[in-house]
């Protein structure tokens, strides 16, 4: 019996995986494929690449319901058929392409998920704008989760290329229909020229209010579109960011935990919608995501607002009860701007022991916006190769002004950017401005080479006081300037989170370093 139930199971397998709706191609069956299939999606894998595995049951999933639509997925073994793969520059796996004919090739931009395969795919199947009518837009509005239909009189030439413009930019996103139907904008509720947006979850329309703007359009797409309660995660991270508003994170470990969360801050979420943005965030596989909001990244639940604009920090209370009443408190008071941004910050340094003054973000304005001083600071991290390599040099620096009994009108400062929340915009490491005494505006960032004379230079020629101090370089000391570029943080951001993340199970592991890669540079 058992036997028999192995092989009925192992037969049916067999069976399943022979039906394949995705289509495996060589170098010599790749070329009729794309001609004869208007729509294809085309995996370049290697079998050894771990995304690779994981995205594979998803691909079949979503070939298997895109292949009623006509639309077709392939895949090509890249280690079998490396001259096909390279002709399409494939450098990485898996690598995921569009074709519309052997010609018309653009990158696949989607989620790695079935149902965001099957979404983008369907999107590109479709014009920008599909002309709907009475017949057709019931079934228009479950093609996707999120679908946007105008409503305007067919000699509406502006309205309509309104629409269009945003419908073209954002096609990848969301679906967009158009009708000149006046009896079925009645139906719906509304008059010419309006929008609706139809979801598939929370409240099922939600109806544009404004003019009939390009911008205004957009921005309707981006708010409406999100759930009341959404989830903060790789694929979405980028979408909460986009809309502008600030976000609040719910932090749980279990997902029963955020669901019950959910429900009890429902009523603040719907009160505050359009003008804060709510969502839950896996503390688990996503907690170290907390210390970036200034929270503490081992005590969980926990809440916290970002203003996604000005990135400052709103981090609620640890120590209190996220409840109903405290968080509706304390939104009323974020919106009412009554809530202070949390200012991360090393304690201020009881004495400044060396020439170089340090600076944290406690002491930042005392120091650096000094207005009868020149103020050159240098903004470094710790893992900073290159700044390690300046210290020494930035320690002569200083000196020299203390030595000339210049520390009256010049000051040389540096600040831990890792460790402290500081105004100043930080592309790479080490970042080097002038703060200019009586002008404290328009700070000038230094992008020469990092000698010490050079730097005496930058401060005289740009500073209010023109101090001068002499040093003598040694000729070959001059440096090239080299900024770690963001590319390098991020590659250290990652590392982080992957030795972080090493102690955690191995699930959690692959979860958070994608999201270091795919997202976390600014999370
Ligand atoms: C918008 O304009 C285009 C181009 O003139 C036209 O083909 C399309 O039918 C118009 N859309 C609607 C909904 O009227």
Redesign the pocket.
Same mark, same amino acid.
């Given at each position: 019996m058992r036997t028999f139930k192995t092989f009925a199971i192992g037969a049916a397998l067999a069976a399943v995986a022979s039906a394949s709706d995705v289509e495996s191609l060589t170098k010599d069956t790749f070329p009729d494929f794309v001609k004869e299939n208007d729509l294809v999606l085309a995996e370049f894998f290697a079998p050894w690449c771990g995304h690779c595995k994981a995205l594979a049951p998803e691909y079949e999933e979503a070939a298997t319901t895109l292949k009623e639509k006509n639309i077709r997925l392939a895949k090509v073994d890249c280690t079998e058929e490396a001259d096909l793969c390279q002709s399409f520059g494939v450098e990485g796996y898996p690598t995921l392409k569009v074709f519309r004919g052997a010609d018309n090739i653009t990158p696949y931009s989607g989620a790695r998920k079935a149902p965001g395969i099957i979404s983008y795919m369907t999107k590109q199947s479709l014009p920008a704008?599909s002309?709907l009518t009475v017949d057709t837009v019931e079934d228009f509005k479950t093609q996707d989760k999120v679908v946007l239909v105008a409503y305007?009189a !067919?000699d509406d030439k502006s309205s %309509?290329a309104t629409y269009?413009e945003v419908a073209e930019k954002l096609r990848d996103s969301y679906l967009f229909g !158009?009708? %000149?139907d006046a009896d079925l904008a009645k139906a719906e509720g509304v008059e010419f020229p309006s929008l609706v947006l139809y979801k598939t979850f929370d409240e099922p329309t939600t109806i544009f209010k404004e003019a009939f703007g390009a911008e205004a359009i957009e921005k309707f797409a981006k708010t409406a579109s999100i759930p009341l309660i959404g989830e903060v995660g790789p694929e979405t991270y980028a979408g909460y960011m986009a809309t502008g508003l600030p976000l609040a994170y719910i932090f749980a470990e279990t997902p029963e935990d955020r669901a019950s969360f959910s429900e009890k801050l429902k009523s603040v979420a719907e009160k505050h919608r359009g003008v804060v943005s709510f969502a839950t965030i896996d503390a688990k596989a996503f907690g170290a995501h907390a210390s970036n909001l200034n929270l503490k990244a081992d005590k969980f639940p926990a809440f916290a607002i970002q203003d996604t604009v000005n990135n400052k920090k709103f981090p609620f209370d640890q120590e209190t009860e996220i409840t109903t009443e405290s968080i509706g408190k304390f939104l009323d008071e974020f919106v009412a701007g009554k809530v202070e941004p949390s200012i991360k910050s090393e304690p201020i340094p009881e004495k400044q022991e060396g020439p170089v003054q340090i600076v944290v973000a406690k002491n930042y304005d005392d120091i650096v916006l000094d207005d009868a001083k020149d103020v050159l600071i240098e903004f470094y991290a710790p893992w900073c190769g290159h700044c390690k390599s300046l210290a020494p040099k930035y320690d002569i620096l200083a000196g020299l002004y203390v030595d000339a009994g210049l520390t009256d009108k010049v000051t040389i400062a540096k600040v831990d950017a890792t460790l402290n929340d500081v105004p100043d915009e930080i592309s790479g490491f080490p970042t080097i401005k002038l703060y200019k005494a009586g002008d404290k505006k328009n700070p000038v960032l230094y992008s020469g080479n990092r000698g010490i004379e050079d730097l005496i230079k930058f401060v005289q020629e740009n500073g209010k006081h023109q101090a001068e101090v002499t040093y003598e370089e040694p000729a070959a000391e001059a440096e090239k300037p080299v900024v770690e570029s963001v590319a390098e943080q991020a590659e250290a951001a990652t590392e982080a989170a992957e030795s972080a993340a090493e102690e955690a199970t191995e699930a959690a592991k692959s979860k958070a370093s994608e999201a270091a890669t795919e997202d976390h540079d600014e999370l």
């Open positions: 704008v002309i305007f !067919a %309509n269009t !158009a009708s %000149n």
